[in-house]
Structure formats: C-alpha cells, structure tokens
C-alpha cells in the first residue's frame, strides 16, 4: 500500500490538472477578497478575509475541485490503458483506488497550507491590521477543519463517478451543485447534518446565534460517510478484474 502511495505522488507531476487546482483555491481567496473590499460599511480584516475565503472553499470551489483532481488521477488509468495492467499483479482495484483517495488528501493537506498562506498574504496586502499569533491559529484550524470534512463529503461521489471510463465529470458537476446547495442549508439547523456544512460547525465558523451548533452530530455524519464509503469502495470493486 506504501508503494502505491509512493507511485501515486509521482503520477501527480506529470499532471497539469493540479494547476487548475490551484487557481481554483486562489480564485476563491482573491473572490473572497473583493466581496470583503465591496461591501458597504464593512470592516476589512483578516478574519473577515479569512470566513470570507472558507465560505467560498466549500460552497463554490473545493468540492468540484477535489473532484476534478482526484477522479481526474482514477480516470487516467483507463485512458492511459493501464488499469488491466496494474491488476496481473496482485494489486486490487480497491487497493488502487484507496490509494488514490490517500494521496488526494494529501493534497488537501497542501490546499489548507497554500489557503492559509495566501489569504495571510492578502491579508497583509490589504492593510489588515488584525493579523496576530491569534487569528491566525484560528484562520489554520478553520481552513483545515473546512477542507477535510468537504474532501470526505464528496468521497461517495468520487467513488461512484470514476467507476466507468470519463464519468467522472458528472460527478465534477454533480459536486458543484452538491456544494452550493450548502449556501442555502447553512441558516438553518440542517447545517448540522448536511455533510459540505458539517466543516462549519466543526471548526465553530461565525454564525447566528439563532442557529444551534451540534458539533457531535455533525462528526457522526462525517464518520458515516467516511465508514460508508470504504464500504461502498469494497463492495463496487469486489471482482478483482471488474473493470
């Protein structure tokens, strides 16, 4: 399993589809930054620029696009006709795939450090006054919190979508709209249980005080997911050769 984690990392520099990631995650902080700068009687911070940029990662950007890059990754062993070759060896199609889910939260873990890194930048840019040893650890944990339970909410997706040749793109659209229905679940005490919103309550993002956070609810719901989705990776490619 090591190994093929290993393999999977260098698979990832021959893929220009991780540029596409990157502008995505930076797209959402400079969005994030303007709507802060064109909202009348607005204080400009770097906490403000901060939720500002995570609302727009899990409702807008990262769900789409951890789709993108991590189905994209599943999809080039079947274009690149070497799926049927990984699997003479004794390499399992559940291996294979469990593999690349792995790296792709590695992934996650550098779009967290890259998030945090460009939103303190613009921050200062911005002329934040606010920036301190505080906002920041709490910018970190909220970034970190927001991006895992979004890359678990959209694994049932990723594993669904990539299990036939290039149809991993409806799974791609399928997650936009998957992550823009949280807009609208997040003013309501369904935030607790909508997995893309289950981040928010997690990491105790700002909110109205109408609103009642469950934070143990909301990890029950990331845990089932999770849980389910080994299960349904397990059960979708039971056949060795199911390809």
């Known amino acids: 399993m090591i190994r093929l984690i290993k393999t999977e990392f260098l698979k990832y520099k021959r893929y220009n589809i991780l540029w596409l990631g990157i502008v995505s995650v930076l797209f959402s902080i400079i969005l994030a930054a303007f709507q802060l700068a064109g909202t009348n009687n607005s204080i400009i911070s770097y906490t ?12 807008l950007f990262l769900p789409f696009t951890f789709t993108l890059v991590v189905g994209y990754s599943i999809n080039r062993e079947y274009t690149d006709l070497t799926l049927k070759n990984i ?17 792709g939260y590695g992934l996650v873990i550098l779009e967290w450090i890259f998030s945090f890194i460009v939103t303190l930048i613009i921050a200062k840019a911005m002329g934040c006054t606010d920036i301190n040893l505080q906002s920041c650890v709490i910018s970190l ?8 339970c979004c890359y678990i909410a959209i694994l ?12 991993f793109l409806s799974g791609v659209i ?3 709209f998957y992550g823009f229905c949280g807009i609208f679940l997040a003013d309501g005490n369904l ?9 928010l309550v997690l990491s105790n993002y700002a909110h109205d005080e109408k609103i009642v956070y469950s934070p143990l609810l909301s990890i029950s719901v990331i845990i089932i997911i999770f849980i389910g989705t080994l299960i349904l ?4 490619n039971r056949k060795r050769n199911d390809i």
């Open 48 to 59: 403000g620029l901060s939720e500002g940029a995570i609302w727009n990662h899990f409702s």
């Open 87 to 103: 699997l003479v060896v004794p390499v399992s199609k559940f291996r294979l795939i469990l593999s690349k889910i792995v790296v």
């Open 141 to 148: 944990k909220q970034l970190f919190v927001v991006s895992t």
């Open 156 to 167: 049932p997706v990723i594993v669904i979508a990539t299990r036939k040749q290039d149809k």
């Open 174 to 176: 399928f997650s936009f």
């Open 191 to 199: 935030i607790n249980v909508y997995p893309m919103t289950t981040g």
């Open 233 to 236: 990776l397990k059960v979708l």
